[in-house]
């Protein structure tokens, strides 16, 4: 039962402005109830948002800590396989110093191009992340604008209905 009810104990004998004023009184404590519970679900859905994206942040740091991890693999590999195979050709094969110079400047060219690599990963993911960033911006201002046209327009609505 409302609080503007619970003042008049006997409905049947209650005036014509009575029962106005209960109806009025009524419908402002729907519209408070109401006004509470759009902002309890407004703010119960942005929480349940952040916590969502907060919970997967672990996810994008250990991807980036796995790739990290499979570049140094690679290349511990590729680095090692060549010195051990190195040794083992220098070893069983004379091999003149003209053609370990060649090697050598072959592997310093792999070195070079490893390098390079990275150097374009840490760009792409640069310009990725910026580009995020820069979507997630333009998103944060739609929303702002959004935000201000709703305000703006909700007083108009209300007097549309006011009206009527």
Do not use: W
């Amino acid at each position: 039962m409302s609080k503007a009810l619970e003042k008049y104990t006997n409905v049947e004998n209650m005036t014509k402005e009575n029962m106005i004023e209960v109806i009025k009184a009524s419908k402002n404590e729907s519209n408070d109830k109401t006004t509470d519970l759009s902002y309890r679900n407004m703010t119960d859905y942005a929480s349940k948002v952040i916590e969502k994206m907060d919970s997967k942040i672990p996810t994008y740091v250990n991807l980036c800590s796995d790739m990290y991890k499979k570049y140094l693999h690679i290349i511990d590999n590729f680095y090692n396989n060549c010195y051990s195979n190195q040794k083992e050709i220098i070893s069983k094969i004379g091999v003149n110093d003209a053609a370990l110079t060649m090697f050598d400047v072959y592997l310093k060219s792999v070195r070079q191009m490893a390098i390079l690599q990275i150097d374009i990963t840490e760009n792409m993911f640069k310009n990725y992340m910026g580009c995020r960033l820069t979507a997630l911006d333009f998103y944060d201002q739609m929303i702002n604008s959004n935000m201000i046209n709703f305000t703006n327009m909700f007083p108009k609505f209300n007097d549309l209905k006011n009206r009527t």
